[in-house]
């Protein structure tokens, strides 16, 4: 049973354009999202959060939105770059996780490709 | 670069077969992460160790095992290794107190023919 999902294998996207990654999930118990983006042969890197407080937490050209009404939140980027092109991690963490990272539980992934 | 270490970056055995993963966290972080990243599947947790002590335990197999030393640094052995274990096995590191943002190795390629 997927907890997180992300629905779209792959985004295709035109340089200057805005990217809209999604991401569901399905446990009311996810107090707090991170996106995480790989590019190849290296290891995913962290690139924002939301807390469930918040519905939208800006970094640059960088917006993570969250609807946790409907369990759902998107990362948007723009103006999109070709240096963004990579896989794109959606990930959560349950509200019981205590004083130290605990049990991240990611999606599969979006692969991202901007164009010149 | 991230600070955590994994080697070796590429490894191919046999099935049956046992191997050993090694990881070294960022310098000051506590705690390990262990992650399986299968063919088109995501990062799945296995296992979580801080300050040498095991704290969470995800889809790990029996025939899995990890530990952290009193150095910090970490094994994943892999054992009776069966074609479907073949995968990237990610290490990760993070401090006490953040919430999430996991500093991630570049991964070791294990393939098993």
């Known amino acids: 049973d997927q907890q997180v999902k992300q629905n779209s294998p792959s985004l295709s996207v035109q340089e200057g354009r805005i990217s809209i990654l999604n991401c569901d999930y399905t446990?009311?118990?996810?107090?707090?999202f991170l996106w995480y983006k790989k590019y190849p042969a290296e290891g995913p890197t962290f690139l924002i959060s939301?807390?469930?407080?918040?519905d939208k937490n800006e970094d640059g050209r960088f917006t993570v939105f969250l609807n946790k009404s409907a369990k759902h939140l998107s990362l948007h980027i723009v103006p999109s770059q070709p240096g963004d092109s990579a896989v794109y991690f959606c990930?959560?963490?349950?509200?019981?996780?205590?004083?130290?990272?605990?049990?991240?539980?990611f999606g599969k992934g979006t692969l991202l490709t901007v164009n010149p | 670069d991230s600070g955590v270490t994994q080697t070796p970056k590429h490894l191919i055995t046999a099935t049956g077969q046992r191997v050993t993963l090694r990881c070294s966290p960022r310098s000051g972080d506590l705690s390990v992460y262990w992650y399986q990243q299968s063919l088109d599947q995501g990062l799945q947790f296995l296992i979580q160790y801080y300050n040498g002590e095991e704290r969470a335990k995800g889809n790990i197999l029996e025939r899995f095992s990890a530990q952290q030393f009193p150095d910090l640094h970490s094994e994943l052995n892999l054992s009776s290794l069966e074609l479907g274990d073949s995968a990237l096995y990610f290490c990760?590191?993070?401090?006490?107190?953040?919430?999430?943002?996991?500093?991630f190795g570049e991964g070791s390629r294990l393939t098993v023919l």
């Open positions: 939301i807390s469930s407080i918040k």
């Open positions: 990930a959560a963490q349950p509200s019981n996780s205590g004083g130290s990272n605990y049990k991240l539980t």
């Open positions: 990760a590191s993070g401090a006490s107190g953040n919430t999430g943002e996991l500093f």
């Open positions: 446990n009311s118990m996810f107090d707090y």
